[in-house]
């Protein structure tokens, strides 16, 4: 494929500087790229269920119904892209925003929901605050809420594979912006370049860490350009563009599985929401910028034009999408919503070798 080619033949510092884009904000696809009906499909209907899920949750918060709520409003196509390079086998690492790829890869969404309510049916027990969902059986890990922590985990999981010449599948781990400047950061990197482990690293910069802005986050050129520090193949793709972010996602992801090395990949997309929602953005931040993004960078909506324009989806059945997410959304909150509370005598299971 002619750009993506034309991309990866660049220096080492042109890929982690420059930005890999295939649709346009404007609209505008690279000629010659081979689109894919049904996988596009599928994707735009991982990002509206993941942007539904959102704003319900959020309306709960609101209500009172349950305590905390994150998004990954705007991010979606980071979200939902890089998901779309995972095989079944893959172990997933997530940061902040990442839940949509558990989803999206298979967990179910009454995992995710009865967690958020910390309800009897919760895996972990009512213990973690909201948006912490774990599901072994599709490889997915707690999201580790001290900022990039996980890295080194992952590095981990990796290695293990590696150790037990499972050479078929990696382990993506993901980070926030935020999360380069932490210690665990240069800890994951440097071990798993070291040690040759077959982990995709993805940074969301999404501009923001809580109210700390890139340019006090960092005096780099950009994220990316942290990893060649480390000899790392680093690459650099415009996060709100689903098909940039699957096809590049899915070039690191056979390239680890080949070579069993690891690729980091920057992912440039914008916080549009506030960081959680016991955040207000409009105190340290300008919103009319954010308004710019939601304007004219929503990553749904540029595949949506797409879509229409390629007569593979009409506004009927686009509703209709919506209209399925909705109700599946609202029969699961209904359900999470009928179940008790975990038992008292849960607070010491797992805790001593006698239960108390
Ligand atoms: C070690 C540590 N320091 C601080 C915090 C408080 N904290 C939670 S999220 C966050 C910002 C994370 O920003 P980023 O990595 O860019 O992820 P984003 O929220 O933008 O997705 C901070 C400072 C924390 N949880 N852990
Ligand atoms: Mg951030």
Not at 34 to 62: A, F, H, K, N, T
Not at 78 to 85: E, F, L, M, Q, R
Not at 264 to 281: K, M, N
Not at 301 to 307: A, F, N, Q, S, Y
Request: charged letters at 25%; aromatic letters at 8%; one cysteine or more.
């Amino acid at each position: 494929m002619y750009a993506l080619d034309q991309y990866l033949a660049c220096d080492a510092k042109v890929k982690a500087t420059s930005l890999f884009s295939l649709l346009s904000e404007d609209g505008i696809l690279q000629e010659g790229f081979d689109l894919d009906q049904e996988s596009l499909l599928r994707m735009y209907r991982g990002m509206r269920r993941l942007r539904i899920l959102d704003e319900r949750m959020l309306i709960l918060q609101r209500q009172g119904r349950i305590g905390f709520y994150g998004e990954a409003r705007g991010q979606e196509a980071a979200v939902i892209g890089t998901a779309s390079a995972l095989c079944e086998k893959d172990w997933i690492v997530p940061a902040l925003r990442e839940a949509g790829v558990g989803l999206y890869c298979g967990m179910p969404l009454s995992i995710y929901i009865n967690q958020i309510f910390g309800n009897a049916a919760d895996v972990s027990k009512g213990r973690q605050m909201p948006c912490h969902p774990c599901d072994k059986d599709h490889n997915y890990v707690v999201m580790s809420s001290c900022v990039a922590n996980q890295l080194p985990h992952a590095v981990g999981i990796a290695w293990a594979m590696k150790h037990n010449k499972d050479t078929d599948r990696l382990c993506v781990s993901y980070m926030g912006d935020g999360g380069t400047s932490e210690g665990s950061f240069h800890i994951g990197l440097n071990f798993a370049q070291t040690m040759s482990v077959p982990v995709l690293f993805i940074c969301q910069n999404n501009g923001w860490a809580i109210s700390t802005p890139t340019n006090k986050q960092t005096i780099s050129e950009t994220y990316a350009i942290k990893g060649l520090a480390y000899d790392m193949e680093s690459l650099r793709v415009d996060g709100n563009d689903l098909l940039a972010v699957s096809t590049l996602t899915k070039y690191a992801a056979e390239k680890i599985r080949k070579d069993q090395k690891p690729i980091f990949i920057e992912a440039v997309t914008y916080r549009v929401s506030a960081h959680s929602s016991s955040d207000d953005p409009s105190r340290y931040r300008d919103e009319s910028v954010t308004k710019e993004w939601i304007e004219k960078r929503d990553p749904i909506d540029r595949i949506r034009k797409l879509l229409f324009e390629k007569k593979w989806m009409t506004e009927d059945e686009d509703q209709k999408i919506t209209h399925h997410f909705e109700s599946e959304i609202n029969q699961e909150i209904k359900k999470a919503e009928a179940i008790e509370l975990p038992d008292k005598k849960t607070l010491t299971q797992d805790v001593f070798e006698e239960e108390q």
